[in-house]
C-alpha cells in the first residue's frame, strides 16, 4: 500500500467558463448602525477640533464628513430604524446636501461674548468683556440654490427655523444626544 502522506491530492477546479455557467456564490456585508454612529462621532471629534481656527478650509473638510454621517445615519434608520425625525434633523439634511452638491461653504465664524465673571477687588475698572470663537450656520439665502429638482421646502424651511444663524453645535450635538444609549441598556 502506497504511502498516502507521499500521495498529492488532486484537486479540481472548474474553469472559468464553468464558474460563470453556474455562478459564483456572493457573500456580501453592510455597515452596522454601531459603526455608523461610530463614524459620526469620530467626525464630529474632528470638526470640534478644528472649530478652534478661523480658516474656512480646517472646518470645511471635516464638517463636510460628519454631515455626510449624519445624513448617512439618518438614511439607515429609516430603512432599518432606529427612526430619527424633527426638525433639526431635516436642517441637518437640508445643509448637507447644499454643502455635498454644491460645496457651499455653510458655516461662519464670529466672535461672541463670554460669560464674565465680575470680582470685586477695591479698585474702579472696566473690563471689556471676553469673547470667544463659535462657528455660526449661515443663512439659507447665504448657500447656493439647489441642483433643478433637488429643492425640498420643508427642509429649507427646517434649516432656516431650527439652523440659520444658531451655533452650529448645537445641531451636531443633539444628533449626538439621539445617538447616545440610553441609561437602560
Known amino acids: 500500500m502506497p504511502d498516502e502522506a507521499a500521495e498529492p491530492q488532486i484537486v479540481h477546479v472548474p474553469s ?18 454601531t459603526w455608523l454612529v461610530e463614524g ?21 473638510i471635516p464638517l463636510f464628513e460628519t454631515l455626510n454621517w449624519a445624513v448617512g445615519l ?6 432599518r430604524g432606529p427612526s430619527l425625525d424633527g426638525g433639526v434633523l431635516l436642517g441637518l439634511r437640508c ?18 461674548p463670554f460669560a464674565q465673571v465680575v470680582q470685586a477687588t477695591g479698585r474702579s475698572r472696566v473690563v471689556p468683556p471676553a469673547v470667544v470663537l463659535d462657528w455660526f450656520w449661515k443663512p439659507l439665502d447665504l448657500l ?18 431650527h439652523l440659520a444663524e444658531q451655533p452650529v453645535r448645537l445641531a451636531l450635538e443633539h444628533l449626538e444626544s439621539l445617538l447616545a444609549p440610553s441609561p437602560e441598556g
Open 144 to 161: 447656493p440654490d439647489p441642483d433643478q429638482g433637488r429643492s425640498s421646502r420643508a427642509q429649507d424651511k427646517a434649516y432656516s427655523k
Open 40 to 60: 459620526y462621532c469620530l467626525a464630529l471629534d474632528r470638526l470640534r477640533e478644528a472649530v478652534g481656527q478661523r480658516d474656512p478650509k480646517e472646518t470645511f
Open 74 to 79: 439618518l438614511d439607515y434608520g429609516k430603512r
Open 95 to 112: 445643509v448637507r446636501n447644499r454643502v455635498h452638491h454644491q460645496w457651499a461653504d455653510a458655516i461662519e465664524p464670529r466672535d461672541v
Open 16 to 33: 472559468l467558463v464553468h464558474e460563470r455557467q453556474i455562478g459564483t456564490p456572493k457573500v456580501t456585508t453592510s455597515a452596522t448602525w
